[in-house]
């Protein structure tokens, strides 16, 4: 039988073998050069390993020989290497001369002594401008591809590239793109995107980061299309905002808008971002409130662990209780204004009260217990927080014994202090009333293996000191007794 007649699967099995030892035999890396040698100049020119190949391209020199052999193995061989595609600018500004951009030629490279080196200006958005050309000139090649980041590339000018690369990639599921698109692209450009002519987009990820003060400062750049009111976020069912910046940054006005439409989002992710509050937050969570399975906010910015305020909701709603009765809801990370024994029980139902659908971790970082937002160390504030903890470790144990059961940890950050009510455990920083209670308080103190570095997710907390673990029991009767606070 020959090679060619073997059903698809099976051939494609074998190729992706194939691919995956070219992958381990082929060069993994590549080279930078230490300096370039100038005239009269003694130093010699080193090699270095510069880093390793990506992965994407690693699949593309794996398959370059699959692709010569026929018609077939060149269409499979597309589908493999082009299911991800990275576009990144270049960085640098220039490329050595004599460094094979040929990793296949890397062995013969190896051979040469003492390598020199011409530094050769490389315009940084080449590898967009290609992109562009050769999706354009070959259409059935950008519609191979199922996936695509773009990294670098914050101007107006870089985004219309990068919407005329999109515009072939007819089964393009998944992207991530810079933020300034939101600003950047009418709304034409959006529902091309979106709904497409092929599959409608499924994830869509949008990173910002802080653009250079001259590309801030160019007038094209600051453009606002406004487009978002009009376009259909319907289709989508993953949505990701990632990072921070002053620049046309995404903001409540942008979440309100995206949820108009935004009614069938599975997951959705906004991460170091804090030029957004809970508000646009919850607006999307209203809005796609049946389907979603996993909400994560966690505004921390990237440059350390300081976590903004996560706002004040403007309207009189109990956060706690929606996030709680979203239907299919399992993981949840979130920063709010405050919490509350509602969030794991209804309080309305008198036995199995409980709608939460929460599995896996569980973290809840908030400012305040619902209903004592003066933030005051009360009693009645501390019988909250009891009861926050028992009901949190009933709904632990209700999610582990149920018809099918489900592992729940959760952790919430409050007070400078990181409760484990599964374990009946508080990590904090407990020396100044054991100074104060001259040793009396706490009795239960071991070392904590959580904090201070950052791993707290504190708010507006900067300097932690070594964080210790006692019991929960121990901590609320200590709270009473003023020996320590829950002040926030
Ligand atoms: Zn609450």
Not at 233 to 262: C, H, Q, S, V
Request: charge should be neutral.
């Amino acid at each position: 039988m020959h090679i060619t007649e073997l059903p698809y699967e099976i051939l494609s099995k074998i190729l992706e073998e194939a691919a995956r030892a070219n992958i381990q035999e082929g060069p993994t890396y590549t080279y930078g050069l230490s300096q370039v040698q100038l005239p009269l100049q003694k130093a010699s020119t080193e090699r270095y390993v510069r880093g390793p190949v990506p992965p994407e391209l690693l699949k593309w020199d794996a398959t370059s020989a699959i692709r010569l052999v026929c018609w077939q193995w060149h269409e499979w061989a597309l589908e493999y290497a082009l299911n991800d595609v990275y576009i990144r600018r270049w960085k640098g500004g220039e490329r050595w001369a004599e460094l094979t951009t040929r990793r296949d030629k890397y062995r013969l490279y190896e051979l040469i002594p003492r390598p020199t080196g011409t530094a050769v200006y490389r315009n940084p958005f080449q590898t967009l401008e290609r992109t562009v050309d050769t999706f354009s000139k070959y259409p059935q090649v950008a519609a191979k591809i199922k996936r695509m980041w773009f990294h670098g590339f914050y101007t107006a000018e870089t985004d219309r590239l990068i919407f005329q690369s999109l515009k072939n990639c007819i089964s393009l599921v998944s992207v991530s793109l810079p933020w300034t698109t939101v600003r950047h692209w009418d709304a034409a450009a959006w529902r091309t995107l979106l709904l497409g002519s092929g599959k409608p987009l499924r994830s869509l990820e949008l990173l910002a980061v802080d653009p250079t003060k001259q590309q801030a400062e160019d007038p094209d750049n600051q453009f606002d299309a406004q487009s978002l009111q009009s376009v259909n976020f319907g289709e989508l069912r993953r949505l990701k905002f990632f990072g921070d910046t002053t620049f046309m940054p995404i903001t409540d006005r942008d979440l309100y808008a995206i949820a108009r439409t935004a009614t069938r989002l599975e997951e959705f992710h906004l991460t170091c971002i804090s030029t957004i509050t809970i508000d646009g937050v919850v607006a999307v969570v209203k809005a796609s409130r049946n389907t979603l399975r996993v909400l994560e906010h966690s505004p921390r910015s990237q440059d350390g662990f300081w976590h903004p305020h996560p706002g004040s909701p403007s309207d009189s709603e109990h956060l706690c209780e929606l996030l709680r009765s979203c239907p299919k809801l399992e993981t949840l990370s979130i920063s709010l204004p405050s919490v509350c024994a509602d969030l794991f029980s209804d309080r309305h139902v008198q036995f199995g009260g409980d709608n939460a659908k929460f599995s896996g971790d569980l973290q809840v970082r908030a400012l305040h217990i619902c209903g004592h937002e003066h933030g005051r160390s009360t009693d009645e504030a501390t019988d909250a927080l009891e009861k926050l903890l028992h009901e949190a470790r009933s709904l632990v144990q209700r999610r582990a014994t149920s018809v099918i059961p489900r592992e729940l940890y959760i952790e919430l950050f409050f007070a400078d202090c990181i409760f484990e009510p599964s374990f009946s455990s508080v990590h904090g920083d407990f020396s100044l009333a054991q100074i104060a209670s001259r040793g009396q308080w706490p009795q239960s103190i071991e070392p904590s293996g959580k904090g201070p570095y950052g791993s707290t997710g504190l708010y507006e907390k900067e300097e932690e000191g070594p964080f210790q673990r006692i019991n929960e029991s121990e901590f609320l009767y200590g709270v009473r007794r003023k020996l320590l606070s829950i002040s926030t």
